[in-house]
């Protein structure tokens, strides 16, 4: 079964930014802790070159029930294109090389969301990613300033138009849910409150997947 999962950066990195060791090594070389400062990153990628990590690796936190989450859809047989939307970088993927940054689009206003998305191209990648692939089975995980980057009525966007799935599952607020339409798919949504319910409800359904395997 083919399957796609899409979500967010997580704020919880292997190698904290602003402890040391490397803020320490940014300090020697007069450089701010990264944020949305893309422009910046071959300087930081010479100073942390010990410290850079695949986008999979780098994320903790929160981003552990994700993981999780794909590993059991793996082991089930299943192929797993996982997708990330990161402030600073943008769209990536497991693999992405990364290095420890600092930011988030939840500091951030709709408009100044909108403007570093588009700067970023994330609905724009996202769409030639999907607009020919069929998935078995799609899940989103975002919050609701990550989801503004891919379905926004004012900007004309709306990924879930572009999605070709038999099943749909989305993680997220109440107010998300009617925004949800994909023809020919069977939706289920699952309302969060907060991080710490998001999380208990991702392992719930990898518990169900274990048990159904």
Do not use: W
């Amino acid at each position: 079964m083919k399957v796609f999962v899409l979500t967010e950066c997580a704020a919880t990195k292997k190698y904290d930014p602003s402890k040391a060791p490397i803020k320490l090594i940014l300090e020697k070389h007069g450089l701010q802790i990264p944020h949305y400062d893309l422009e910046n990153e071959d300087k930081y990628r010479e100073v942390l070159k010990g410290y850079i990590l695949p986008a999979m690796d780098m994320y903790e936190g929160s981003f552990n029930f994700v993981k999780n989450l794909v590993t059991q859809l793996r082991e089930k047989g299943n192929s797993v294109l996982l997708l990330m939307i990161s402030a600073r970088y943008g769209l990536i993927n497991e693999h992405t090389p990364i290095i420890p940054y600092q930011c988030t689009f939840k500091c951030l206003t709709k408009d100044e969301i909108r403007e570093r998305a588009n700067k970023l191209q994330i609905y724009e990648k996202l769409v030639q990613i999907v607009k020919n692939e069929f998935f078995h089975l799609s899940i989103i995980i975002l919050g609701k300033d990550y989801f503004l980057t891919i379905c926004d009525k004012e900007k004309s966007k709306n990924l879930f138009n572009k999605l070709k799935t038999k099943r749909l599952i989305v993680f997220g607020s109440k107010d998300l849910e009617r925004k949800i339409k994909c023809k020919g798919a069977k939706i289920e949504f699952i309302t969060v409150k907060g991080i710490g319910d998001r999380n208990k409800k991702i392992e719930k359904f990898v518990n169900k997947l274990t048990y159904n395997n």
